[in-house]
């Protein structure tokens, strides 16, 4: 925990989305429960890494939390603003504030704009310019920014690489002078040589402009580099936050571990004395998550009480929050 106020608290963060069937008539068949109750806060200039599997909504909650899917419930504070009771100035305010930088940057990216007008348009929205070169000036500024040539300007972005397109995506999140950035998984789609690159670029922008960050991503050694504390996500819910080191050297819970066990160790030697843990099955559905501990169908050390009981939320050392009846 830090002295400083948390620049970003989510509270009991809810998104459920109706399933609709039907022709004519639509009606509601079902409830995909993607996020179902989380809580975290992050600091000023803190990264926080959100990681797990594939489908454990962990992008719906970056994406709820910056208000771009309505939250079913829960609050969510950005530098000291509901985001469930903004409107007008107050919610342009916020999403100046709060930015994104999108997974694919082959599909975030208008292929038939100019790099400045992809870069620009930040600025015209929140009316951050008043005139045309003074656009052009700033655009050329986050270009070398974020490393790349101010010459740059009217290319298309069909005519970059994966990571020159990413550098662009940064670009154009940090156009609006940002506080908090949600990453959702900026590097994933990424060539394994290039990925460190964006990661230091992103590190570095965060010494530079004092940024706080929400790092989703499902690589824990990447996450390991760059976060200060990390969460682990299972079917909608947290199962584990801590602060990095503690996470990565104590994991508790039992998800936790198992992903952990998966991450290669440079040393041969060591990598193969250590013990995997293989989850049997995928991850359900979150149409119709299991009761009690959503992780039990998997868990090795599932006890009669995991079938039926929520594990309660708590904080077993000072910043270490997991949640299993067995810790
Ligand atoms: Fe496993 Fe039970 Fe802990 Fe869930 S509560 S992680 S099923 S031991």
């Known amino acids: 925990m830090t002295d400083l106020q948390p620049l ?10 109706p399933v609709m069937r039907g022709i004519l008539i639509q009606r509601q068949v079902g ?6 109750g989380i809580s975290f806060f992050i600091a000023p200039s803190e990264t926080l890494g959100l990681v797990g599997e594939s489908g454990c909504g962990k992008t719906t909650a970056g994406r709820t939390l910056l208000g771009l899917y309505p939250p079913t419930d829960g609050q969510i504070t950005i530098d000291g603003h509901n985001l469930r009771k903004a409107h007008g100035p107050t919610m342009m305010a916020i999403r100046r504030k709060a930015q994104i930088i999108f997974q694919d940057p082959y599909a975030s990216l208008n292929p038939r704009w100019t790099i400045s007008a992809i870069i620009g348009e930040p600025l015209r929205v929140h009316h951050l310019i008043s005139s045309e070169a003074e656009r052009t000036d700033r655009v050329r500024e986050l270009l070398r920014l974020v490393g790349l ?5 009217n290319r298309f972005p069909h005519e970059f690489s994966g990571g020159q397109r990413q550098r662009i995506g940064v670009a154009r999140a940090l156009a609006s002078d940002p506080k908090f950035i949600v990453c959702d998984e900026p590097i994933s789609a990424l060539d394994v040589s290039i990925q460190a690159q964006v990661v230091n670029l992103l590190e570095d922008l965060q010494d530079r402009l004092g940024l706080t960050y929400l790092f989703i991503a499902h690589d824990l050694s990447m996450v390991r580099h760059i976060c200060d504390r990390v969460a682990v996500m299972y079917l909608g819910v947290i199962v584990e936050l801590a602060a990095r080191d503690e996470l990565y050297e104590h994991p508790l819970h039992p998800y936790t571990k198992a992903l952990l066990s998966a991450v290669p160790i440079p040393d041969p030697k060591k990598d193969r004395a250590r013990r995997r843990t293989i989850l049997a099955g995928d991850v359900p559905s979150p149409l119709n998550p299991p009761p009690g501990c959503r992780f039990h169908p998997r868990c090795p050390i599932a006890v009669e009480k995991c079938h039926q009981d929520v594990p309660e939320w708590r904080e077993v050392i000072s910043g270490h929050w997991v949640a299993c009846h067995l810790v």
């Open 31 to 36: 409830t995909v429960r993607a996020v179902d």
């Open 149 to 153: 040539s101010p010459s740059h300007l």
């Open 8 to 17: 970003v608290i989510v509270n009991n963060l809810v998104k459920h989305f």
